[in-house]
T-cell receptor, first 110, second 113 residues
């Protein structure tokens, strides 16, 4: 399983764009990159998933360079409610269980 | 997306007793469910993989006789913590896989006194 490295924590202010980068140097050919959000005492919630280039949905964008050794989750105009832990996961979807790294604790200030 | 529920959301039990946690997939059938444990300020740790109609596969270091998993139907998996001890106090989260995506339940907070 590809190991991921993320910043332990990040701080931002309301209305700013937040970019969280994840390193996954040993990503395999069949691996996808998935990001989850977790609030305290809740289960993780799926945010976005991608394989290469750029993926965008209603809540975030995911940028993946050509070598796929890293990825960046972009949250546009964050609000206080975006304060959470964000996990980057890499794996072959549908095969093994998702394995969580340490995640990035995002704190959004007013 | 698919909905996964857990019951109870929180439970307090006395040391030495057993407690059962249920995980249900509400609007889909899941042949595979997963159980995770999460300690405060820590990440989720996979405990076991539960396949409908067969024995669960436990991760290294997880005692199968202590954490009994039953996946009797395509919509229900249960985790029973037997002879609970205070160190078993944690947040237990189940997850169900449908096609290539995993959906997570809201978690169950277990406190052993």
């Amino acid at each position: 399983l590809a190991k991921t490295t993320q910043p332990i924590s990040m701080d931002s202010y309301e209305g700013q764009e937040v970019n969280i980068t994840c390193s996954h140097n040993n990503i395999a050919t069949n691996d996808y990159i998935t990001w989850y959000q977790q609030f305290p005492s809740q289960g993780p919630r799926f945010i976005i998933q991608g394989y290469k280039t750029k993926v965008t949905n209603e809540v975030a964008s995911l940028f993946i360079p050509a070598d796929r050794k890293s990825s960046t989750l972009s949250l546009p105009r964050v609000s206080l409610s975006d304060t959470a832990v964000y996990y980057c996961l890499v794996g072959e979807t549908g095969r093994r269980a998702l394995t969580f790294g340490s995640g990035t604790r995002l704190q959004v200030q007013p | 997306g698919a909905v996964v529920s857990q019951h109870p959301s929180r439970v307090i039990c006395k040391s030495g007793t057993s407690v059962k946690i249920e995980c249900r997939s509400l609007d889909f059938q899941a042949t595979t469910m997963f159980w995770y444990r999460q300690f405060p300020k820590k990440s989720l740790m996979l405990m076991a993989t539960s396949n409908e109609g067969s024995k669960a596969t436990y991760e290294q270091g997880v005692e199968k006789d202590k954490f009994l998993i039953n996946h009797a139907s395509l919509t229900l998996s249960t985790l029973t913590v037997t002879s609970a001890h205070p160190e078993d106090s944690s947040f237990y989260i189940c997850s169900a896989r449908v096609q290539s995506e995993q959906y997570f339940g809201p978690g169950t907070r277990l406190t052993v006194t």
